[in-house]
Nanobody, 121 residues
């Protein structure tokens, strides 16, 4: 139906940078908000950043000024540039998209399988 595939995770030292990308494919009419969430061991999944189709971004407080979300609406992609990474950013990062599957229909939430980000101290 719809697949979200993340890429770009990995291991980086404190202060380093990573760039996560997510591409949505399948039976897509349009996509509303796209975003990134993360989940560290023992913690609930939390919002990192979201971006509307018209460019309004929202960030979790701890990543403001360090992370930047962007999207390519034509290619159904969303990217998260992460700079000045800290050990507390270590988590599995998940891509999320609100997808319209048929004209006039409502949006459905889809998730990627996640990509691991590990920041060493």
């Amino acid at each position: 139906q719809v697949q979200l595939v993340e890429s770009g995770g990995g291991l980086v030292q404190t202060g380093g940078s990573l760039r996560l990308s997510c591409v949505a494919s399948g039976s897509i009419v349009s996509i509303g908000d796209m975003g990134w969430y993360r989940q560290a061991p023992g913690n609930p999944r939390e919002l990192v950043a979201t971006l509307t189709t018209d460019g309004r971004a929202k960030y979790e407080d701890s990543v403001k000024g360090r992370f930047t979300i962007s999207r390519d609406n034509a290619n159904y992609t969303v990217t998260l540039q992460m700079n000045s990474l800290k050990p507390e950013d270590t988590a599995i990062y998940y891509c999320n998209a609100e997808v319209v599957l048929r004209r006039g229909g409502r949006e459905y939430d889809f998730w990627g399988k996640g990509t691991q980000v590990t920041v060493s101290s």
